[in-house]
Structure formats: structure tokens, C-alpha cells
């Protein structure tokens, strides 16, 4: 079992930036790939960002390829999101998620634990 707490959204203005944080419980937080997740109102969750067990991967949805970094440090179990240029399309709430697969993987089914959520909104 892995439970998953994200923080740091906020309110922000166009082209600030924001760094999201979440921190993973138990002991095999490096057995998972880590997943950055977002979801807008009447939309469905959508891949933001993927990094693989080791952090030696990483894959990232064309919406935020070079504004957006995710990694990883398995000796404190937190995965983050760095977050530049940010936009008002980005405006959602965040998820991460943990994924047992040995392949990374960007469909959200295939993702086995998740955290609650942070809010992200820009302002134009």
C-alpha cells in the first residue's frame, strides 16, 4: 500500500511559475514509476509527466514538453513538478500517481495508487 499527499498549487498569473511536491509513505517508493496527472472541470485526467523508477526517464505530454520537470528522490519518497511559462490551459487539479508496471506508462488506468490532489489555477 502507498498513499500519495501533493502540495503546493496556488493561484498564479500567467507565466509565473510553481513547483508541486508529493511525498510518498512505505518503504518501496522506488519500485514505482511516478506520475503527474491533471484534471480540469467537465474534462477528463490528463498524462502531464512520467518518470521511471530510477529517475533515469522521463516522458512529458507535448502541452507542457520544455515548461514543465518532473523528478524524483527516492532516499526522501518525493516526486515533483517544476512548472515554468505557466498558462490558464493549465488551470486543473493535480494528481500524482504511483505505477507498479515495469514499462512506463502515461494512461492513467494503469496507474495503481493516487494521491488527493492539488490545485493549480492561472490567471490571464
Known amino acids: 500500500q502507498v498513499q500519495l499527499v501533493e502540495s503546493g498549487g496556488g493561484l498564479v498569473q500567467a507565466g509565473d511559475s510553481l513547483r508541486l511536491s508529493c511525498i510518498a509513505s512505505?518503504?518501496?517508493?522506488?519500485?514505482?514509476?511516478m506520475g503527474w496527472f491533471r484534471q480540469a472541470p467537465g474534462k477528463e485526467r490528463e498524462f502531464v509527466a512520467v518518470?521511471?523508477?530510477?529517475?533515469?526517464?522521463?516522458y512529458y505530454a507535448d502541452s507542457v514538453k520544455g515548461r514543465f520537470t518532473i523528478s524524483r528522490n527516492n532516499a526522501k519518497n518525493t516526486v515533483a513538478l517544476q512548472m515554468n511559462s505557466l498558462k490558464p490551459e493549465d488551470t486543473a487539479l493535480y494528481y500524482c500517481g504511483a505505477d507498479r508496471t515495469i514499462v512506463i506508462t502515461r494512461v492513467a488506468e494503469q496507474y495503481d495508487y493516487w494521491g488527493q490532489g492539488t490545485q493549480v489555477t492561472v490567471s490571464s
Open positions: 512505505g518503504r518501496t517508493f522506488s519500485s514505482y514509476n
Open positions: 518518470i521511471s523508477r530510477n529517475g533515469g526517464y522521463t
